[in-house]
């Protein structure tokens, strides 16, 4: 069965410091990838999404930046932590263009302080 | 604009009682409608999916409602449980991008013993 990992689960870190969030997907291949952003009382926001290694797409400017070095690998970081990053990060997964296995992780809660 | 507004905000019911939260949106094109369940500090879980043709799901004691025409769905918890305290997330594919979800705020379901 297939199983997504997101770490670590909460994360403090302080302003100018920087960001790697790790997301690693098991038993499927060349899925789909996305990286969410959920502040408090909002939906989410995609902020970047990838559909093989290498090919990273943003659909927001930001601070952040993302890589997919591995097939099942997908990892979201930043040089420099600004206070405005924090929130709820949650990597997903999918496969094919309709996206019906639409699966995410258990989520990063990020404070930037 | 393509987005997706959901009601109430917040809602509270007594255990044992049944609740509906409303979920409208102005996606178009249009693929598919979720609903998504989600824990404080967890990552959202899949209830139901609907394509356009599909009026009605049912996931035990969840059941989604689609009119296409009118662009409503709801979603209908019968006989609430203490563990359907959660954020329940009304989730609209766009079928004009790729694997372009829009998501709504959320419904934060409290239930009381």
């Known amino acids: 069965s297939q199983t997504i990992h997101q770490w670590p689960a909460t994360l403090v870190q302080p302003v100018g410091s920087p960001l790697s969030l790790e997301c690693t997907v098991e038993g499927t291949s060349n899925p789909n990838l996305y990286w969410y952003r959920q502040a408090a009382g909002r939906g989410l926001q995609l902020l970047f999404y990838?559909?093989?290694?290498?090919?990273i797409s943003s659909e927001v400017p930001q601070n952040l930046s993302a890589s997919r070095p591995q097939d099942r690998q997908f990892i979201l970081s930043s040089k420099k932590l600004l206070l405005s990053d924090s929130g709820f990060y949650l990597c997903a997964w999918s496969t094919g263009n309709k996206g019906y296995g639409y699966t995410f992780g258990s989520g990063t809660r990020l404070t930037v302080v | 604009k393509n987005q997706v507004e959901q009601s109430p905000q917040s809602l509270i019911i007594l255990e044992g009682k049944n609740c509906t939260l409303q979920c409208n949106y102005t996606v178009s094109p249009f693929s598919n409608l979720r609903w998504y369940k989600q824990d404080t500090g967890r990552g959202p879980v899949s209830l139901t999916i609907?394509?356009?043709?599909?009026n009605t799901k049912s996931n035990g004691r969840y059941t989604a409602t689609l009119d296409a025409d009118t662009k409503q769905s709801s979603l209908h918890i019968t006989a609430s449980q203490l563990s359907d305290s959660a954020s329940y997330i009304c989730?609209?594919?766009?079928?004009?991008?790729?694997?372009?979800?829009?998501f709504g705020a959320g419904t934060r379901l409290a239930v009381h013993p």
């Open positions: 989730v609209v594919r766009f079928s004009g991008g790729y694997n372009k979800l829009i």
């Open positions: 990838s559909v093989g290694i290498g090919q």
């Open positions: 609907m394509t356009f043709s599909e």
